[in-house]
């Protein structure tokens, strides 16, 4: 699902339904490895002292629910479980499902 995002060009909205949502980035690092250097480039800090928490790296915004109002050109990749109803109201629907995230587009 990461690669099909990637190759999309959109933002990329990753909902995982965790409260230490922030630690998700490694995720996007899993998938397209980067250099360290251009890691603390686009990475932008949750807050203060926190050094694993990034809730934003490149056209990755990483929560734990989607967030309240959408932009009209995304890519979608929901924790299954979670609540599509505000997707689908902005006009998503399910591209595909996997056994633990629903991936959807515009």
């Known amino acids: ?4 995002a990637d190759d999309n060009g959109a ?3 990753l909902a995982t339904n965790h409260q230490q949502a922030g630690g998700m980035y490694t995720v996007a ?3 397209h490895p980067v ?3 251009n890691f ?3 990475a932008v800090k949750s807050g203060g002292g926190e050094f694993i928490h990034y809730y934003r790296y490149g056209r990755y915004h990483i929560s734990a629910q989607l967030p309240k109002s959408l932009p009209t050109h995304a890519v979608l990749i929901v924790r299954r479980g ?3 109803q505000s997707a689908k109201q902005a006009g998503y ?3 595909k499902a996997g056994c633990y995230y629903q991936y959807l587009e515009r």
């Open 1 to 4: 699902m990461l690669t099909k």
């Open 11 to 13: 933002p990329i909205y």
């Open 29 to 31: 690092l899993f998938n």
């Open 35 to 37: 250099k360290p250097a």
């Open 40 to 42: 603390k480039q686009e």
């Open 82 to 84: 979670a609540s599509l």
């Open 93 to 95: 629907h399910l591209v």
